[in-house]
């Protein structure tokens, strides 16, 4: 069974910066990519950023291209999302989620197991 877990999110004036973490198991992922989406009270799930798995390939939502990065650690079964330069309209629930497939993915529909969330919340 693939379990996500998340952690990492807090509290952070603007302009701060938070690491989340999103720890996988119960599956190989190599030929997988992972990704992290967001959602804001009232608003729908959005895309932030996600990495090939095997390669290491990235790819960014505009709104944080430049500010986050997503990377992943192999031997942990690992990924990260460092976020820095934060903003108040950066205040979500951060979610990880896995596709299982090793191409980009940017719509929540192609990711099967999501994660429970992890609360962000920039105050300005």
């Known amino acids: 069974q693939v379990q996500l877990i998340e952690s990492g999110g807090g509290l952070v004036q603007a302009g701060g910066s938070l690491r989340l973490s999103c720890a996988a198991s119960g599956r190989t992922f190599r030929r997988y990519a992972m990704g992290w989406f967001r959602q804001a009270p009232g608003k729908e799930r959005e895309f932030v950023a996600t990495?090939?798995?095997?390669?290491?390939?990235?790819y960014y939502a505009d709104s944080v291209k430049g500010r986050f990065t997503i990377s992943r650690d192999n031997a942990k079964n690992t990924v990260y999302l460092q976020m820095n330069s934060l903003k108040p309209e950066d205040t979500a629930v951060y979610y990880c989620a896995v596709a299982p497939r090793p191409q980009p993915v940017t719509s929540e529909w192609g990711y099967d197991v999501w994660g429970q969330g992890t609360q962000v919340t920039v105050s300005s």
């Open positions: 990495i090939l798995w095997s390669e290491g390939n990235t």
